[in-house]
């Protein structure tokens, strides 16, 4: 199976910016929503429980999230799925419907924080990042120098 992303640099920079959530919810349905009427009309902030804390509930059941931007250098994407498959050996293509820099991160009833295993893996961007630049032969220079130093002080 092979998947193709249908989309260009040209066809980034031009989609259209979307307002994004991401919901701890399953939704089984693939029409269209009225968001703006129906969700977002009822997102208000709730200082009471932090700095950027926004509220709303779905289906009955309370929702407390906040605005997160994506990790600097990267782009929010999304891709639609032009045609279902029809098993799990049949080559899919995905094709982009648009982007965004911002996002509403939702939690049931519990403030979002960084012991979110969500929030977790966005955080491995700049672990990832760290971990895969080049070190300079001076920089590697200066570490050895710095714990020879600190194992001289210890044993002292």
Known sequence: ???????????????????????????????????????????HEAPEYGSGVVTNALRGYPLVGNRMQVPEGYKGIVLQETEKPLSESTDRQLRL??????????????????????????????????????????????EIKRNRESKKENSS
């Open 97 to 142: 419907t648009g982007v965004f820099d911002e996002f509403t991160y939702w939690n049931y009833d519990k403030v979002p924080s960084n012991g979110d295993p969500y929030r977790q893996a966005l955080l491995m961007a700049d672990v990832a990042q760290a971990l895969s630049e080049p070190i300079s032969e001076e920089d590697l220079e200066t």
């Open 1 to 43: 199976m092979s998947i193709t992303l249908d989309f260009n640099g040209k066809n980034l920079a031009k989609s259209k910016t979307l307002n994004l959530h991401f919901l701890p919810a399953k939704v089984n349905g693939d029409g269209n929503a009225n968001v703006e009427t129906y969700f977002n009309n009822y997102t």
